[in-house]
């Protein structure tokens, strides 16, 4: 299906609105808190809308819809957790990363264990961000061009997609970042709710017509113990913990939040982020899983949600739908590629403790984010090569963000937890994590099973040993050893709102809690 002039001006008005907020936001950039933080002055909706946009991606769209076209709607509860995590934000690691004035996240961690700790959770987050999360954008992104632009060329295309987000990071930083991100979160849901719509319009608009056309199984969230694709043990024990690191502890989402104008703003924006978690169940799984009716026999789930937009859409709005996979590209590349440099200028190169003017850091944070888009561009190449994009990304997440979380728990939840134990955490964890990486590359190349329970089991359960070693090594530690600093712990006096009970965010998220039970008993 070739692109008609309509749709190809709805991209360049998205594209053209994106450079112009890139170049208005760029003349205000004078700073390296600035660039990272956007001067600490968001508010909760750019918080909100951001957190939501740099989280939706292309791999998310592309990828849920996928897992949903070949092992049913389960795929969601990566979605629903979010938004659970999400309301835990709010309650606890917010309060303490606000109050610690930080401006990275591993920083907390220099303060509480260490610069060892810190540099080694740090340099874990840039290449997780840089070779799981931007380039699986880039390569989402461009597996959709193809579709719709028969003949691109792979890499050119791959080059072309983190050089525009590249740049516009690169010099507007995280202001420019969030305020396209939230154009972005508007494009995204305009776009794939077009897609729902149109997609349920092939049943008469009746739920039991669609319901009767794809099997029983792919419309359930509650899979059982065996199910390859998600059981129900994973998502109790594995996915807290894959959410937590995500949401909780990882630099390219909390940044938004470090940002936030004050206390009240970044809560409340955490309450919208999780509102809008909730969408994806509808904007994303169930049309996937309602294509395996109307679209049989398609050889690699990650090409349903292109194959739907060729299928279904009629002109102009096959160019809205492109225009908000573009945003949903854009706004996980810039998010990662800020966040990446934001570790290396203050966790590696220690900016402030080495007193760089404002300009010399400026400048070595436009530099690192333009180093990593020449890596991201490329990685792809290895990615097309991984059985599944959805795949891909929570596999490499589920051995190597265990024991960060347990960490990070550890650090804010229990005075008594010490360098050592973290050190120790952190290193078996992954040593652990290293050993099921090559266990499983060996299974495969011999062709047998590898007798592992599901990776979100095997997540839960890392994390687990790794908390529990953690404990015996720092009570095997002199006292002495422990946190000095009071204010780096969670206390139940965290919880407390700071306008009073009109705005008393708790209420928000009793409601957003109810409505996730309520989700999954009506698809259990």
């Known amino acids: 299906m070739a692109l008609t002039a309509l749709d190809w001006g709805l991209i360049g008005a998205y594209v053209a609105v994106v450079i112009l907020i890139g170049v208005r936001v760029t003349t205000k950039v004078t700073s390296a808190q600035e660039l990272f933080l956007a001067g600490r002055s968001l508010g909760f909706a750019t918080v909100g809308f951001s957190l939501f946009a740099s989280n939706i991606s292309s791999t998310t769209i592309i990828g849920v819809a996928g897992a949903a076209y070949q092992n049913g709607i389960s795929v969601a509860h990566y979605e629903l957790m979010a938004a659970l995590v999400l309301i835990f934000m709010a309650f606890v690691t917010i309060p303490v990363f606000l109050r610690a004035q930080i401006t990275t996240v591993p920083e907390y961690l220099q303060r ?27 390569y989402a992104g461009v597996l959709v061009l193809q579709t719709l632009i028969p003949g691109l060329p792979f890499v050119p295309a791959c080059i072309a997609l983190a050089a525009f987000a590249g740049l516009y990071t690169a010099f507007g930083g995280l202001r420019a970042v969030v305020y396209t991100d939230v154009l972005q979160a508007i494009i995204l849901l305009a776009g794939t709710g ?6 349920f319009e092939q049943f008469d608009f009746s739920w039991s017509a669609a319901m009767a056309a794809v099997p029983s199984d792919k419309l359930s969230l509650i899979r059982p113990l065996d199910d390859p694709a998600l ?37 409340w924006g955490a309450m919208l982020a999780a509102a809008l978690k909730l969408l994806p169940l509808f904007l994303f799984a169930i049309p996937g899983a309602l294509a395996f009716a109307l679209l049989p026999g398609l050889p690699d789930g990650d090409q349903v949600f292109p194959t739907m937009i060729v299928t279904y859409l009629p002109a ?4 809205l739908v492109l225009a908000g996979l573009i945003a949903a590209i854009m706004s996980t590349i810039d998010s990662t590629l800020n966040s990446a440099s934001a570790l290396v200028v203050y966790d590696f190169v220690n ?15 436009r530099l690192t984010t333009l180093v990593f888009v020449v890596i991201a561009a490329f990685w792809p190449l290895v990615i097309r090569h991984f059985p599944g994009l959805f795949n891909y990304i929570q596999q490499v997440f589920s051995l190597a963000v265990p024991p960060v979380a347990a960490v990070f728990l550890l650090a804010m939840f229990w005075w008594r937890a010490t360098t050592a134990g973290a050190i120790t955490a952190l290193v078996l964890g992954h040593t652990i994590g290293c050993a099921i990486f090559v266990w499983k590359i060996w299974c495969s190349m011999h ?15 890392t994390a687990l040993l790794c908390l529990l070693v953690a404990v015996g090594v720092s009570l095997a530690q002199p006292r ?19 306008c009073g009970d009109r705005w008393d965010y708790r209420w928000a998220a009793a409601a957003i809690g109810a409505a996730v039970i309520m989700l999954i008993w009506m698809f259990r």
């Open 194 to 199: 077009v897609i729902t719509y149109v997609l």
């Open 231 to 267: 059981p129900w043990l994973g998502v109790l024990v594995g996915l807290p913990i894959l959410g937590f690191y995500y949401w909780a502890a990882n630099q390219y989402i909390m940044q938004r939040v470090l940002g936030a104008k004050n206390l009240e703003h970044a809560r």
């Open 480 to 498: 002495g050893q422990t946190v000095s600093v009071p204010s780096l712990l969670w206390t139940p006096r965290d919880t407390r709102p700071d």
């Open 316 to 319: 102009g709005l096959v160019g």
């Open 351 to 365: 900016a402030s403790e080495h007193k760089l003017s404002p300009r010399r850091t400026l400048w070595l944070g």
């Open 112 to 138: 509480r264990f260490g610069p060892f700790v810190c540099k080694y959770v740090s340099a874990l987050t840039i290449v997780l961000s840089i070779f799981v999360d931007t380039a699986g954008s880039i």
């Open 447 to 461: 062709g047998v099973a590898d007798g592992l329970p599901h990776f979100t089991i095997v997540a839960g359960a």
